[in-house]
């Protein structure tokens, strides 16, 4: 039952979000807009759980000596990315040294990956 009402919530939200694509209409525009942002909160809320348990993860693998090797690589890869977006001065995605990280890092090893 609570997966089924999930869902019904979850298609009548998109069925909002694109029906407001289609029709300008303010008040469904104000609707669309109020469920965009509430769906942005929650995906950078799961975003954010997600990376904290990868790291609670593999840190817990490197103390009981597990796989070390991947690990560290794991633990640096978030590093790599989370650094430069948070240094002081940075203006977050849109900073040199991230673009650099992605058009270094990122793609290509998404692109072997997905290969």
Sequence with gaps: MR???AAVLTALA???VLVDLAIANPALGGLAGWLNQLLVLL???AAVAGA???VVRHVG???RRED???SVAV???IGLVLLPGLAPGSSGAD????RWVVAALLAPLVAAVLA
Excluded: K, T
Excluded at 95 to 98: I, K, L, Q, T
């Design 14 to 16: 998109g069925l909002v």
């Design 61 to 63: 693998r490197l103390a």
């Design 95 to 98: 900073a040199p040294a991230v």
């Design 75 to 77: 633990l640096l890869g």
């Design 43 to 45: 995906a950078a809320g």
């Design 68 to 70: 070390q090797l991947g």
């Design 52 to 54: 904290v348990m990868l």
């Design 3 to 5: 997966r089924s009402i």
